[in-house]
C-alpha cells in the first residue's frame, strides 16, 4: 500500500491498497509524533520543522541532555510541541515510552517515533502510518533494505552483522517477513500500547528488538514499509556492543515467547515437534558420545547397531525440530488487533454509563 497526494485540504489523503481496487480517500485519525532527544541541541530544530502539517502533536522528551536541546525545543514556536524533561538518563527505550504515554493522554490513535538527530525523512511519515489507517496493521516500522541500491551503499560488514541480527529477531519474535530490526522509524496504533509489558520493554539500545519481542506475544501484526537511509550524524549503536549484547537478549526472548505461546497459553503440533525433536536429538547425541568414549578407551570399534541407535534418532530429531520451525514461520499474524482492542474498551465504557 502506499500514500498518494492531499486531497481537499491537509486532512484527506488518497490511500492506495493491495486490497483496494482503486485509491480512495481516507481521512487521517489523530496523529501524534514521539521524538526522545539526547544531545540533539544541533538537529532538533531541523526535525521539529520537517514534521508534516497532519501531525497533531509532536511530543519530544529529553532525556537529560548535557546540552541546549531543551532550549532549542522551547524556542521551536510550533503549538504542537510539548517538551518533557527526564531528571536522569533512561535511553531512548525510556524515553520513548514516556512519549507514547504522554501522547495517548493527548488523545492520539496512531503514534509514530522519530528520531532526533535528523536520519529519519519526515515525507515518508505518512507511508509508514498507511498500514494502520487502513486496518492492515498494528505496528509498521521503516525497512532501508528493501532496495539494492540501498544495500550498495552500506559497508559489507554492517550488511553482514544486520543480516545476522534479523535473522535472530526473526526466531525471537516470530516476525519471518520483518528484516533491519533496528531501525528506529515506527509507528504503533495507540490502543496497543496499554497491552505492552512496560517492565520488559528493554531502555537502551535493545529498544526496537524488544518492541517486536513484546508485540509477539499479543500476536499484533507488523509490517514494514521501504524507507530510504538518510545518513547525517553518526549512530549512537555500536556494532560491537550489539553483537556482544544482543544474542542473549534475543535468546531469553526467543525462550520466552515458545514456552507462552506453545507450552502455556496452547499446545500445538508445533509442542510435540519440539519435545518429540529435542528429546530424540539428546537422547542420540548422549548415546553416542557415550560410546564413542568406551570405544576409544577399550580401542575397539563400535558395532554398527549402536552407530545407528545414535545417528537415527538424530535425524529423526532434527527433521521434527525443522518441522516445528515452518509450522511456526506459517503460523505469522495476519489479523490486527487494535480493531477487538477498541471494541471490548467501547463495550467497557457503555457498561460504566449504564
Known sequence: MRALRPVRGSEFFLVRSSALPQSLPIELPKVAV?????????????????????????????????????????????????LLAHERNQGVGGAVMTGYKRAVELGAE??????????????????????????????????????????????????????????????????????DPTNGYTAIHASVIPLLAEASVAKRFFFESSMLLNLSLLRAVVRDVYIPARYGEGSHLSESRAAVQFPFQLLRGFLRRVRLHYFVRDFTAVSLYLVAGILLTIFGASWGVWHWSVASQANTPATTGTVMIAVLPVIVGVQMLLQALTLDIQSVPTDPIHASVRLVTGEHHQVARE
Do not use: C
Open 110 to 179: 496512531i503514534i509514530a517515533k522519530m528520531d532526533a538527530d535528523g536520519q529519519m525523512d519526515p515525507d515518508y511519515l505518512l507511508q509508514l502510518i498507511t498500514p494502520i489507517v487502513i486496518g492492515e496493521a498494528d505496528y509498521t516500522k521503516g525497512n532501508r533494505f528493501l532496495h539494492e541500491r540501498e544495500l550498495q551503499s552500506m559497508p559489507g560488514r554492517r550488511r553482514v552483522g544486520n543480516a545476522g541480527l534479523s535473522f535472530m529477531t526473526k526466531l525471537a519474535s516470530g516476525y519471518w517477513s520483518v528484516f
Open 34 to 82: 514521539v521524538i526522545p532527544a539526547y544531545r540533539a541541541a544541533r538537529t532538533i530544530e531541523n526535525v521539529l520543522a520537517g514534521v508534516p502539517s497532519f501531525v497533531r502533536h509532536i511530543v519530544v522528551v529529553d532525556d537529560a541532555s548535557p546540552d541546549e536541546t531543551a532550549d532549542v525545543v522551547r524556542r521551536a514556536g510550533d503549538p504542537r510541541v510539548e
